[in-house]
């Protein structure tokens, strides 16, 4: 039975923070030199020069771009004349993604609420909820401290009916869910933004491949390479789970 | 304080990476950084490597073919001398033939942007049986997914950003499917598959620069 590493956090997340990490990178390189000494020495003499001056770049800037993917925006009640409105630029992304995973959240939460799993198979799956929960509360996070206004919670509505059936919907939302952020990837300017993206990105492609073994299904649909998925397929994809 | 502290994946400090480019020091630095600090540094290893090369796209995809390299080395060649059985054989012929692609596109796509694609280095992969086999086929392709990452905000052109996105997607694809088969958590990172934030990794690095 597959067991989390218990490194995820219940509360919000900041996109810039991570999960507390049980032995962290920063104790171990602050506090036991044997720990850099041993790694220097794996990694070849020259390893102090991948220890060098590390550049951090200032980022977060919430201009919109001349994106041409800002097609039918996801259910945002806020209306804004400004350049850091709901639907432009990174915020406009990011907002989208929030849209996309305040309805996988609902999602997992009707699926649970349903009991149709149990077992490892339940487990898998309220572990994976609670993910999308917090890519919620990162989301909303990341919005705000980009100046940004997160867009309302959707009512959604999901068939829930077998396990079968639910999990094959499941398997088909999360896979929309890893192109969907794939689509969005080359159209983020900041270079953070980017990095927390991705850091969802995978995530989701994790969760499609989990549930890609219970339905017996490939874990690669695409094959070798992801494809993405634009704004607009999705959105449409995803139309009729919006109450 | 502890004098010996325990690796955190030994197995990833028994790899052997034979190469002199660049390329291959930096994945060597990666599988360093992952054995003694966890899979979650190489990420900020790898970030860092690469903003202390200054190289471009065509470094940042030479550092991904060889870890393609060793990734398909890994299941095509050791996969097949250690006598795997049911779905671990049948992962290590899937993966292997998409990370064999992985290499014919990055490979292509070096020389597109008018670089030299570096030469398939020579690895030693320190398992002997299916179950050492697909533990370090895990810690390998988590590490890869890390690896991805923390380069890809680094890369500066779009269709190549789009074609790294594309690749480590199947990584974690990977990384999930062979956790599950071995039972650990698909997603051995919780709901991120992000490590730090730059600003913990300047913390922690700072002691370490030499002023």
Redesign the interface.
């Known amino acids: 039975m597959p067991v989390d590493s218990g490194t995820e956090a219940q509360a919000p997340q900041r996109t810039e923070d991570q999960a507390p990490q049980p032995v962290g990178i920063v104790e171990r390189l602050v506090r036991d030199d044997s720990d850099r000494k041993r790694f220097l020495k794996m990694a070849g003499s020259a390893g102090a020069a991948s220890f060098g001056a590390f550049v951090l770049a200032a980022c977060g800037s919430s201009k919109s771009s001349s994106s041409a993917t800002t097609a039918a925006t996801p259910a945002a009640t806020t209306s804004s004349t400004s350049s850091a409105s709901a639907n432009t630029g990174d915020i406009g992304i990011l907002n989208y993604a929030l849209t996309l995973e305040y309805l996988e959240t609902a999602f997992y939460a009707k699926v649970i609420e349903a009991k149709l799993f149990s077992g490892a198979d339940a487990t898998l799956l309220k572990t994976f909820g609670s993910q999308e929960a917090q890519h919620v509360a990162a989301l909303k996070a990341a919005v705000t401290s980009l100046g940004g206004t997160p867009v309302a919670k959707p009512a959604a509505k999901f068939p829930i009916t077998t396990a079968a059936a639910t999990a094959e919907l499941a398997y088909t939302v999360e896979n929309l869910g890893a192109a969907a952020y794939l689509g969005q990837a080359p159209l983020i300017q900041s270079k953070q933004v980017l990095a927390s993206a991705l850091a969802i990105h995978t995530i989701e492609a994790r969760h499609a491949a989990s549930i890609g073994t219970l339905v017996k299904k490939s874990l690669t649909p695409d094959g070798g390479f992801a494809k993405p998925a634009d704004m607009s397929e999705v959105l449409a994809a995803v139309k009729p789970f919006l109450a | ?5 325990q ?2 994946n030994p197995e990833l ?1 028994e790899i052997e990476v034979h190469g002199l480019t660049r390329a291959s ?2 994945v ?2 990666a ?3 992952g ?4 899979v ?2 190489v990420a ?2 790898v970030s ?2 690469l ?2 090369g200054g190289g471009g796209d065509a470094e940042i995809l030479n550092f991904a073919l060889t870890l393609e390299y060793l990734e398909s080395a890994f299941y095509n060649e050791k996969g097949k001398t250690v006598g795997l059985s049911g779905k671990a054989k049948t992962y290590a012929t ?1 993966f292997g ?2 990370e064999a ?2 290499v014919k ?1 990055l490979t292509a796509a070096i020389k597109s942007l008018g670089g030299t694609p570096v030469a398939k280095p020579t690895f030693v992969f320190p398992v002997s049986n299916q179950s050492s086999f697909l533990a370090l086929a895990s810690t390998l392709e988590n590490t890869g ?1 890390g690896a991805y ?1 923390g380069a ?2 680094m890369i500066s052109s ?2 190549v ?3 790294a ?13 062979i ?2 088969l071995i ?23 700072k ?3 030499k002023s």
């Open positions: 304080m502890s004098t010996t502290t690796l955190q400090a020091f930096m060597r630095g599988l360093a950084a054995a003694v600090y966890g979650s540094s900020p290893f860092q490597a903003a202390a899937d033939a998409q692609e992985h596109a997914v990452n890809a905000p779009k269709e950003l789009a074609s996105g594309s690749i480590v997607q199947i990584e974690a694809r990977h990384a999930a499917a956790n599950l039972s650990k958590s698909p997603t051995p990172n919780g709901a991120f598959d992000k490590p730090l934030s730059e600003q913990q990794v300047l913390t922690a690095v002691p370490l620069i």
